[in-house]
């Protein structure tokens, strides 16, 4: 298997402009989590899927922030419109069981840098 | 709630010393522990994990933990540190079960000096 797959790995986009993120989890895994980290606030979870549902979207900073998974195979995660405190490296991670008790399996992240 | 402190932001050790990062988890039933490493432009990588049974964990490149639930500790050491250990080391705690997230600590940069 490839692992989770991310794309772009980077992103340079001007403040307002829409920004999305994309990943692939790893074939057979039902649980889908979407990652903030910067400097200042550490990993964030954002937002958490089982079997294409969102489960847990406390931790998604605001409306501007939207995530979607259609099917097993494929999720997004929107930011509309950017700010420049978006500014941040975005993991997408899978894993087969609970998040809480099995590993998760990261992807190399996507830099987002909002001018 | 669950919660992980990583008291050192920024430990500096010379190659082929020993090494440990510390870890201190709050949580009100037995937790599952993780540490995850992450180099220079990486995703995290799973190192090692506890869940039951004997409180010293082996992982993978030669490190190891150990959960002291007295001190509510889950320390991750090495015997003697390599320059390809130079990364970023995560610890998060998960209340098991169906919940599906982890609560990761703010991380631990370690330096190896030649």
């Known amino acids: 298997d490839a692992g989770v797959i991310q794309s772009p790995r980077h992103e340079v986009t001007e403040m307002g402009q829409e920004v999305t993120l994309r990943c692939k989890p790893i074939?057979?895994?039902?649980?889908l989590f979407w990652y903030r980290q910067t400097m200042m606030r550490g990993l964030e979870l954002l937002i958490y899927f089982n079997n294409n549902v969102p489960i847990d979207d406390s931790g998604m900073p605001e409306d501007r922030f939207s995530a979607k998974m259609p099917n097993a195979s494929f999720s997004t995660l929107k930011i509309q419109p950017s700010e420049p405190r978006d500014s941040a490296v975005y993991f997408c991670?899978?894993?087969?069981?609970?998040?809480?008790?099995?590993?998760?399996?990261f992807g190399p992240g996507t830099r987002l840098t909002v001018l | 709630a669950q919660s992980v402190t990583q008291p050192d932001i920024h430990i500096t050790v010379s190659e082929g010393a020993s090494l440990e990062l510390r870890c201190n988890y709050s949580y009100g039933a037995t937790p599952y522990l993780f540490w995850y490493v992450q180099s220079p432009g990486q995703g995290l990588q799973l190192l090692l994990k506890y869940f039951s049974g004997d409180t010293l964990v082996q992982g993978i490149k030669g490190f190891e933990a150990e959960f002291k639930r007295s001190q509510s500790s889950f320390n991750l050491r090495k015997p003697s540190v390599h320059w390809s250990d130079a990364a970023e080391y995560f610890c998060?705690?998960?209340?098991?079960?169906?919940?599906?997230?982890?609560?990761f600590g703010k991380g631990t940069k370690l330096s190896v000096k030649p």
């Open positions: 991670a899978s894993s087969w069981l609970p998040g809480s008790t099995d590993t998760q399996y």
């Open positions: 998060a705690v998960g209340a098991g079960g169906s919940q599906g997230n982890l609560i």
């Open positions: 074939s057979g895994h039902d649980y």
